[in-house]
Structure formats: structure tokens, C-alpha cells
């Protein structure tokens, strides 16, 4: 039977004391769900034609899926049996190439701000022709295709030795060129080592969400 634990509140409306809300079983499932759900809205930005709203999709979908398990552990106070129906889970992920690289980058997203990623570029056609059609910002001092997090644009000067990236969107009508780029995560585990980086996000959130339905099937019952 599922077990009520308590969560502190502090906050002005109650003059600062401490008050107790209760924290059900199906609150914490709730929240898990909402919390895929919104490491899942990451894969959103994967779609935008912005690198740098690329990018911060890949990081959405890592911080907030790492989030997913440490919502579903607050089954502990609730569940009895949650340890013992957790541990293979864990014992799973900690053998799992993909759960466990995801985990290192998350603490390097935290601690330093940083993604290994690294792109790859295959060119068809005149890159001349590209650099043509697109009109180079003030300040513009060359043309990139396909950067580390796969953007192609102008570098420009700011200021005495300071040099920005002006991304643009690479024209699609140009006859006979073609630029596919393909950004994956640096320094990954052979299983995954190269793989385009959406495909990358997508196993590792079916994991995610096949972790939080085994939760919802286990301790669902009852759980109001």
C-alpha cells in the first residue's frame, strides 16, 4: 500500500513558518510524466533551422531527462517495495553505454556550460556559388560550412580581435549543391560514436519513458 510522505514549504504566505502539503504516489508519478514530457519539448528545438536553438534542445533534453529518475526516486518515501523494483533499473542504466554517457555530459553541462558535440559535412556542388547568395553581414572576414555545432554563416569582426559567428540559413534552390551536415556528440562510446544526434535523443528518451510506464504499471494501483 502506498505510504503519504510530506514536503517542506517555506514562503511568505505563512510568515515564513514551516507548513506540510502532502506527496502521494500519484503526484510523483504525475510529475515524473511531466518532466519526460518536458525533456521531450527539447527535440522541439532540434528542428529549428538555428544551430545555437539546436543546441540548446540537446540540453533540454539531457538536464531534463536526468531529472526524470530523481522525480520518480521520491517514490521512495511513498513506496515500500520502489528499492527493490529500482534497483535493476539502475543496475540497467549504469550498463547502458548511451544512459551512462548522457549522464557525464549532463555534469558537464552543469558544471561547465559545455556540449562535446563535433559536425561532419558532405559538400556537392560549387561552395563559390553558396557563398554568393549569401550576403555578408558589415565586418564579415570569411564564410564557415558546417561548425562544431552545425551552423554555417560569416565570421565577423566585432572589435579589435574579437571574432562572432553571423549564422545563416543556407539556400535549398541552388541547382546541383548540397550540403548535408551531421552533428553527434564528441568522445562517445562506440555504440553511439558518430550517430547523428536527434537519433542519439530519441533512444535515450524511449528509455526514459519506458523507465517512468514501468513505475506507472508498478504503483499506479491505488495510488490516489
Known sequence: ?????TQLHVGPHN??????????????????HDMLHTAQLGLVGLQSKDPRTR????????????AVTNVLQNLRSTERAFDDWYKPQVEAMEADPLM??????????LKEGSIPVASSITLNGNPIELIRRCK??????GFFIGDRIGGSGWEVGTEVGVV?????????????????????????????????????LNQYLERLAE?????????ATGAA
Do not use: H, W
Open 136 to 141: 555578408p553581414p558589415p565586418g564579415a572576414k
Open 211 to 219: 523507465i517512468v510506464e514501468g513505475a506507472q504499471a508498478k504503483f
Open 55 to 66: 543546441i540548446a534542445g540537446v540540453r533540454n533534453v539531457i538536464v531534463f531527462g536526468r
Open 15 to 32: 510568515g515564513g513558518q514551516v507548513a506540510r502539503s502532502p506527496k502521494t504516489t500519484a503526484e510523483v508519478l504525475q510529475r515524473a
Open 164 to 200: 562572432e559567428k553571423f549564422y545563416v540559413e543556407l539556400p535549398s534552390d541552388l541547382p546541383g549543391f548540397r550540403a548535408d551536415v551531421t552533428v553527434f556528440f564528441a568522445e562517445a562510446p562506440p555504440e553511439i560514436a558518430g550517430a547523428p544526434i536527434e537519433a542519439v
Open 100 to 109: 551512462k554517457y548522457l549522464y557525464k555530459v549532463r555534469t558537464e553541462i
Open 1 to 5: 500500500m502506498p505510504r503519504e510522505a
